[in-house]
């Protein structure tokens, strides 16, 4: 059975399970998925929301399920979509609600840049809160483990940056750090969603550039 009405206590109490749920699945995740990235992305959401005037209950709890679906942490994309529409049948999130959470989830990750557009706002804006956390000091944090945890090199000069790749290139081909950025952290600025999304990457986008520019001095000894 469903409810087709929340009020503000049940929304609430919602989005409590939905954190403990997510705790518990992704609290050891070492990829850039792990409880605090869900943290980081979820408030990023609220600010947006608030000052798009969407709505708040299914930006929160997109944000909080949006990587749950992960292709990458399940054995399918299929069998991760699944695993957020049972739990939000099992939480007795309405089903207007629930159909948008799963319509983002479905569609959110980067995917090399080949994904089709949101379809919501509210999906725009859990976008826009993810790509917040892929740039700025916290996404060049987020890139070095990234590529600690794959294996691959922070910096390799000879190694030319991709333009074009597949998604599967994009995933499994041979990168480093520093060419992550140029792949896409870079490109991020200008795919954002939103005004306030577009407004909070501005100074992100900026710091990275700082980054960049320091770190080839350092590397060449010419700072
Ligand atoms: P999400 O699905 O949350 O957008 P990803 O799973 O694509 O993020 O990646 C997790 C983090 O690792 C992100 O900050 C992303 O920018 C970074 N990352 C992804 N691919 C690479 C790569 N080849 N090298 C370095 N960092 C990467
Ligand atoms: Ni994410």
Excluded at 5 to 33: C, M, P, R, W, Y
Excluded at 43 to 60: M, Q, W, Y
Excluded at 76 to 99: C, D, F, I, R, Y
Aim: hydrophobic content about 40%.
């Amino acid at each position: 059975m469903s409810f087709t009405f929340l009020d503000k206590t049940s929304e609430a109490a919602i989005i409590a399970k939905a954190e403990a749920f997510v705790k518990q699945e992704l609290g050891n995740d070492s990829s850039g998925h792990d409880w605090w990235h869900i943290y980081r992305v979820t408030n990023n959401a609220r600010k947006i929301a608030l000052a798009e005037n969407a709505n708040l209950f299914i930006c929160e709890l997109a944000a909080l399920l949006h990587d749950i679906a992960d292709e990458k942490l399940n054995v399918s994309k299929e069998a991760g979509l699944q695993k957020v529409k049972n739990w939000l049948a099992e939480n007795q999130v309405p089903e207007t609600e629930a159909a948008q959470v799963l319509e983002i989830s479905g569609t959110m990750s980067y995917n090399g840049g080949k994904n089709q557009p949101m379809q919501t706002q509210e999906g725009r804006i859990v976008q826009d809160a993810d790509r917040l956390d892929a740039i700025g000091a916290l996404g060049i944090a987020r890139t070095f483990a990234y590529a600690g945890h794959k294996g691959h090199l922070m910096h390799n000069p000879n190694l030319a940056v991709r333009t074009e790749m597949t998604k599967e290139a994009y995933r499994n081909g041979e990168s480093t750090a520093i060419n992550h950025f140029y792949e896409k952290l870079l490109k991020l600025k200008d795919l954002m969603n939103t005004r306030t999304g577009q407004e909070m990457a501005e100074q992100r986008h900026a710091f990275m550039e700082t980054y960049l520019n320091q770190f080839y001095h350092e590397w060449e000894a010419t700072a």
